[in-house]
C-alpha cells in the first residue's frame, strides 16, 4: 500500500518539476488571429479540477486535455493593446471564444 502511495507521490513530484522547468511560451500580442485578446482571471490544462467541473457543466468534451483554458475571461480591446490598456490577470489569445467569458479554450499567453 505504502509502495503505491510512494509511487504515486513521486510521478506527481516529477510532473510539478517539469512544468515548472518547462513554462508556457508567450507570443506578442500582434500575433492573436483568432479574435480579441482575452484577459482570464486563471489560465490553466483542461485537465484540472476548476477547468474540468466547467466544461462538465458546459457539456463540453475534449480531446486533448493538456490545452489551455482560460477562466473567467473578458475581452481586450484591440485598440487598448500597446496604448495602455492592461490585464493584470492572464493576457492570452484563444481559439475558442464562444462561450460568454466563463471558459475560453485553446489559450496561448500573450504579452501586451
Do not use: H, R
Not at 513530484?13 to 508556457?24: D, G, H, R
Not at 466544461?55 to 483554458?69: A, S
Request: with cysteine.
Amino acid at each position: 500500500m505504502f509502495a503505491k502511495i510512494n509511487k504515486a507521490l513521486a510521478v506527481s513530484t516529477a510532473v510539478a518539476i517539469l512544468a515548472v522547468a518547462n513554462p508556457v511560451p508567450t507570443e506578442p500580442a500582434s500575433s492573436c488571429n483568432t479574435g480579441p485578446i482575452q484577459c482570464c482571471n486563471t489560465v490553466e490544462s483542461a485537465s484540472s479540477s476548476a477547468a474540468g467541473l466547467v466544461l462538465g457543466l458546459l457539456g463540453i468534451v475534449l480531446e486533448d486535455l493538456t490545452v489551455l483554458v482560460g477562466l473567467t475571461c473578458s475581452p481586450i480591446t484591440v485598440i487598448g493593446v500597446g496604448s495602455g490598456s492592461s490585464c493584470s490577470a492572464n493576457p492570452v489569445c484563444c481559439s475558442d471564444n464562444s462561450y460568454g467569458g466563463l471558459i475560453s479554450i485553446g489559450c496561448v499567453p500573450v504579452t501586451l
